[in-house]
């Protein structure tokens, strides 16, 4: 690297790049934490094979192909819980790999700043090992489609006073459906709220993924035997002015699962806030989230405007969601669990994610001839190589669009 500025600490230039980078394209929060953490690893990198070179000025395109090999002999874990060295393990070469995109696209940021004239990692690769390849290809095929919403259907009929309730049980299908026709992340599904639907835009209306800060009521629902000692209390306590007198009889008579998530409400809860003709406890909950990635606005397709047509009939009026949880709030449960069991029922592979209806969604459109940056837009991606991930470009596709030029050109 030939620097302009040869004094200039590697991560004083790496941060500058990062706050200018942010700056241009709004890098989400977790992306931030990223950039950060990479240039702790090549600082400390520095200071442990190359503890003399403190500048910019220093560092060599040899130093950067070294980092990898150093990379490898650092042990984590995948939460960063672990403890013991023996539940630790080298990173995967494709957390290798990431680091070093990630490094270029710093170093690149710097070189349009005028900061240095050359990227250390421009020629820097690292070799993917077959053991992490994953052996299918994401997208779904029509057909996997077509099965995979069959056997959520069948899901949704199933008799719901059975021995298998289910948080989801009546709205699988319509969720699946909308994953595949909006190409939303499942975050995004989760926390979308009625008043990001627009239905008077266009001829079928537009979604709008940003940031949700709402208050909703909540109704949380009881046995029969909590029932009647939460009932007592609200008799007894009308004077006091709330319900509970502690987090501790909260979990009680709650559970834990409500008394945690909806910890403050339920601390604040008057007695009047009880129920005793639907034995629940009516809360106005604060519920709040903001997407890691980019926000932005997908259009509707008729048939994802019938889905949402159909959720909005059937709503409860307290709840503000589009797919709420039966207690009106966002959904809590996992949706993985049942969808393994929805896949094996469809006879598809269980090593299916439901992140993959994104690659489908995207897929599906580059397959019809829908233009790469038409995809970008609708997937709300910064650039263009991050939509290339999901929609690849495949050799069938090249052979069906070359025949274009015999027509044009007869030869």
Known sequence: VIPRHSKLPMASLLESALSRRTEEIGLSP???????????????????????????????????????????????????TAKSRDKMRPPSSKTIADDVRRFRTLFSQAIRMGLIAADPFKEVRVKIKASEIKAFERPLSDMDVTRLLKAAREFDREDQLAHSPSTY?????DILAFYLLTGMRKEELIHLPWEHVDLEW???GLLFVQPVDIKTRVRLGVSAKQAVQISGLATSRQRTG??????????????????????????????????????????DVRVQWSQKATRGSIPLSPASRSIINRRRKIAS??????????????????????????????????????????????????????????????????????????????????????????DLWRL
């Open 242 to 283: 709330r319900l509970f007198r502690s987090e501790v009889e909260a979990k009680e008579l709650l559970g834990k699962s409500y008394a945690h998530r909806y910890r403050a409400a339920i601390a604040a809860a008057k007695p009047h806030a009880w129920s005793d003709e639907s034995n629940s406890l009516l809360i």
């Open 202 to 204: 266009g001829k079928n």
């Open 169 to 173: 049980r009546g709205m699988l299908h």
């Open 317 to 406: 009026p307290e709840s503000q969601f589009v797919f709420p949880h039966p207690d009106g709030g966002p959904l809590k449960s996992d949706l993985q669990p049942l969808f393994k069991q929805t896949l094996k029922h469809a006879g598809l592979r269980d090593s299916v994610r439901i992140h993959d209806l994104r690659h489908t969604f995207a897929f599906a459109l580059r397959d019809k001839g829908v233009p790469i940056e038409t995809i970008m837009g609708l997937m709300r991606h910064q650039n263009i190589e991050e939509t290339m991930i999901y929609a690849q470009y495949r050799p069938e596709e090249g052979a069906r669009r070359i025949q274009v030029l015999d």
């Open 30 to 80: 977790k992306s931030i934490a990223s950039f950060e953490n990479r240039i702790r690893l090549l600082c400390t990198f520095l200071e442990e094979r190359h503890p003399t070179v403190k500048t910019i000025a220093g560092f060599s395109s040899d130093m950067a192909s070294e980092y990898i090999g150093w990379r490898r002999s650092r042990l984590t874990s995948r939460s960063g």
